[in-house]
């Protein structure tokens, strides 16, 4: 306690503050209301808030330090593509999630899953970001990022790595070849749970995996999503 | 599966360590805190205004980082979020103590120049009453902040200050006679 130095306090029954009209003794009537025109003059002049601008700037700084320093354990950023706004999120592995929207659940998501240290740090997802860029402009056909997969265990992980290894660009298979690839080939149900819980789509190419006969199936972003990223890489479908 | 090995919060009690585990690891998490940027979305507007008022714009921008920077440090370790708004002002009402601290112990025996330019310019007595602020003890200057600038109730601004919440009506009230004072001198 280093400032208990208190100034004489004229007697009021408890000590409360001017604002909070209390009744004053007698003695106190003039130092009583005094401190309610301190207080109404603190409040009436307030020192300005600082503009938006200002606090956000002031913000990006600081995390900007906090994540030199390595306590930003998720960065997430939101891009833009044509098939609507994507949340992209890293860790110091590598890209964690892609997600469809700018829903806040995905960022809590984040923070239940992986660590509450989550943090909007655009600049250490420009990479990726501008990967999907060049990738929804034609002009890639491999993401070339580093993965984080912890968001996904055991089969549905295989699954998935499976995916990445051996569907590329502009190529389709169906739940059952990949069942048939990770040595499951009863597993059908299973492949179409881990393409369901994709935690990296578009980069983790799920939209790739077709129903045995060519029609499409499900797709976390939309069945149109599916569709539209299909096209865009040249795939005809049949449905 | 969330079990409940550790108890709920509440753990420690007492001093203002009370939120963070002393032992991260010894017993896992009983509650799930949100993103740490949903806090400063929430309460970053509010803390700077708080330290800008107590420690002035220059010493309140740093403040704020040193603020920003040791919350999150410390947040993986918290055993409770039912009042991370407290816990923050916590952390930065002891940035503005340490500062001054350091400031005192450094001080070049000039007066430095009243850190003004963030007030209407018309308001000279305002900015009198600002400076005057700042010049209360440390304590006192956080309390009144919380109660006439931000609004805060006692029982929050207790819990940021560390004390009672009859000791925080008391810094407020005393913060508020010395500058009824100072501005009436």
């Known amino acids: 306690m280093t400032d208990d130095r208190l100034p004489p306090v004229p007697t009021t029954n408890d ?23 301190v ?31 390595d306590l930003v354990d998720v960065a997430y950023a939101v891009t833009d593509s044509p098939i609507g706004p994507l949340t992209v999120a890293t860790t110091e592995v590598g890209l964690v999630r892609v997600a469809f929207g700018t829903e806040e659940g995905v960022v809590d998501e984040l ?42 265990r055991g089969y549905r992980r295989r699954v998935l790595e499976a995916l990445t290894a051996g569907v590329g660009y502009g190529e389709t298979a169906t739940y059952k070849d990949l069942a048939v690839a990770t040595g499951n080939p009863g597993a059908v149900r299973a492949v179409g749970t881990a393409m369901a819980t994709n935690p990296i789509p578009i980069v983790v190419p799920c939209h790739r995996i077709l129903r045995t006969g060519g029609s499409l ?3 976390g972003g939309g069945p149109e999503t599916k569709a539209w990223l299909l096209r865009h890489e040249g795939v005809r479908l049949l449905f | 599966m969330v079990r409940h090995r550790g108890r709920p919060y509440g753990v420690g009690g007492g001093d203002d360590e009370h939120l963070t585990g002393r ?61 991370l708004r407290g816990w923050l002002f916590t952390i930065a009402h002891r940035k503005v103590i340490d500062r001054a601290r350091h400031a005192a112990r450094h001080a070049v025996p000039v007066a430095e120049p009243p850190d003004r330019g963030h007030l209407d310019a018309d308001a000279t ?61």
């Open chain 2, 125 to 185: 007595g305002a900015e009198d009453l600002w400076a005057a602020v700042r010049r209360l003890p440390p304590k006192q200057r956080s309390a009144v902040v919380q109660r006439h600038l931000l609004d805060r109730p006692y029982a929050e601004i207790a819990e940021a200050l560390g004390c009672s919440e009859a000791a925080a009506r008391q810094n407020v009230r005393a913060g508020l006679v010395r500058l009824r004072e100072e501005v009436s001198a």
């Open chain 1, 217 to 219: 199936g499900n797709y």
């Open chain 1, 15 to 37: 000590g409360a503050a001017a604002d909070d009209g209390t009744a004053a003794t007698d003695d106190g009537v003039t130092a009583v209301d005094g401190e309610r025109a």
């Open chain 1, 39 to 69: 207080a109404a003059a603190l409040r009436r002049t307030a020192a300005p808030p600082a503009p938006p601008a200002d606090v956000s700037r002031l913000v990006a700084d600081a995390v900007a330090r906090a994540d030199a320093l």
């Open chain 1, 111 to 152: 923070a239940a899953a992986l660590s509450p240290r989550v943090l909007f740090l655009p600049d250490r997802l420009d990479d990726v970001r501008r990967q999907l860029d060049e990738y929804f402009a034609g002009r890639r056909h491999a993401f070339d990022v580093r993965l984080d997969r912890r968001l996904s």
């Open chain 2, 23 to 83: 032992t991260p690891g010894a017993l896992s998490p009983v509650v799930t805190l949100p993103p740490f940027q949903a806090l400063l979305d929430e309460h970053a507007a509010d803390l700077h205004r708080y330290l800008v008022a107590v420690a002035g714009p220059h010493d309140g921008a740093d403040c704020f980082q040193e603020t920003v920077v040791s919350a999150l440090r410390a947040y993986p370790g918290l055993r409770r979020d039912d009042n």
